[in-house]
């Protein structure tokens, strides 16, 4: 009998799997020889990969990762469990039928492929790849892509498989945002500015045709157009940049010393492009970059948090994975 299953692979980048120098070293070997991540020549960088990135890196980001670390382990994975089942939870409901879903990460554990294994495992011949990028990058969905393709490349009969490219614009996605931010300023009240700052990426990659830049541009727009801000009361940035090239501007470290200066003391800030709260948002963000704003001069910092597994959220997953469902 043929199966007719549908399963659904949850992908996010993935994490080390302790916080420590060795583990963080492996993970960053494995994401950052990825030339999706890195596109320099082989010869260029792998020297430098391997001769200074590696040798020195692991030790101070372990560091950054112990500041953060839940008793689950990493944010990243703790959190991406959460998600992996409040949407099986929420697909059951909405479909009326068990949708098993897998988490598979582009880097590290689980990978990709233990995470289709288990779909297969469950009789699943059709799989929705729903990398939680909400902004399509050559660096990021791209990259998960590569990494079911080349899982494929090994496989006699491989499963049917859509994929979700992205999904900047997405209504539910973006009413979730301005959820969340009204929320939050329900609770904690408003500052002078919203500060959207997304992960950056090489601004070459770019210029080269990667629809990144725009994506989040419009994610910034429909956000404030939806919250009735005005020019002024936000601004998107791109933080985490890498490397000595230039990266998407402005950049949210710039920004946060820059803005007490220009008579802006209070600020809400969220990090749309990450689906999950980890290294990036909760070190980089909620504490480096308050005590960058505060030892500018500024006098309120409010982060708020990713979308994590809140209802909507994992409604709006829901959603997604439908709509690939339909026809098939
Ligand atoms: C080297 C270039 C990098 C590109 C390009 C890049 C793009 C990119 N990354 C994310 C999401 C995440 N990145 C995370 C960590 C992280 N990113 C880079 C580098 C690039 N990212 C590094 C080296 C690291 C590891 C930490 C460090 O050494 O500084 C994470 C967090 C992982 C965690 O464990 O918590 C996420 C998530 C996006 C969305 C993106 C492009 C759009
Ligand atoms: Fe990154
Ligand atoms: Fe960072």
Redesign the pocket.
């Known amino acids: 009998m043929q199966n007719t299953k549908t399963g659904v692979l949850l992908v996010?980048?993935?994490?080390?799997e302790a916080p420590t120098a060795p583990a963080?070293r492996a993970?960053?070997k494995q994401?950052?020889s990825d030339p999706r991540?890195?596109d320099l020549p082989r010869w260029q960088w792998l020297p430098i990969l391997n001769g200074i990135v590696l040798r020195f890196?692991?030790k101070?980001?372990a560091k950054?990762?112990q500041s953060?670390w839940q008793e689950g382990g990493?944010?990243?994975?703790v959190i991406s469990r959460e998600q992996q089942q409040a949407l099986q939870a929420r697909l059951q409901q909405d479909v009326g039928q068990s949708v098993p879903v897998a988490l598979g990460m582009t880097y590290g554990a689980p990978s990709m492929r233990q995470g289709l294994d288990e779909l297969l495992e469950q009789g699943c011949d059709k799989v929705v790849l729903l990398p939680l990028?909400p902004?399509y990058?050559c660096?990021?969905s791209g990259a998960a892509f590569d990494a079911i393709a080349s899982e494929f490349a090994g496989m006699r009969t491989f499963p049917h498989l859509r994929m979700v490219r992205d999904y900047h614009d997405n209504p539910a996605y973006i009413d979730a945002l301005a959820n969340s931010i009204q929320s939050h300023w329900n609770q904690h009240g408003r500052g002078q500015k919203l500060l959207m700052s997304?992960?950056?990426?090489?601004k070459r990659?770019v210029q080269e045709g990667d629809i990144?830049q725009s994506q989040c541009l419009r994610t910034g727009e429909l956000v404030a157009a939806r919250l009735g801000l005005s020019e002024g009361q936000w601004m998107v940035c791109f933080q985490?940049r890498?490397?000595k090239e230039e990266?998407l501007t402005p950049y949210t470290d710039e920004t946060l010393e820059a803005l007490p200066q220009q008579g802006v003391k209070s600020i809400d800030i969220i990090t749309p492009?990450?689906s999950?709260d980890?290294?990036?948002?909760?070190e980089?963000i909620a504490i480096e970059g308050k005590s960058e704003f505060l030892a500018a001069g500024g006098e309120a910092y409010h982060f708020i948090p990713c979308l994590n597994a809140e209802p909507d959220h994992i409604a709006m997953m829901s959603e997604l994975v439908q709509k690939e469902m339909q026809n098939w």
């Open positions: 996010n980048l993935g994490t080390p963080v993970f960053l994401f950052l991540v890195v890196r692991p101070k980001v950054a990762y953060v990493s944010p990243l994975m990028f902004q990058s660096s990021t997304f992960h950056g990426v090489p990659f990144y985490s890498f490397g990266w492009a990450f999950v980890c290294l990036e948002t909760l980089e």
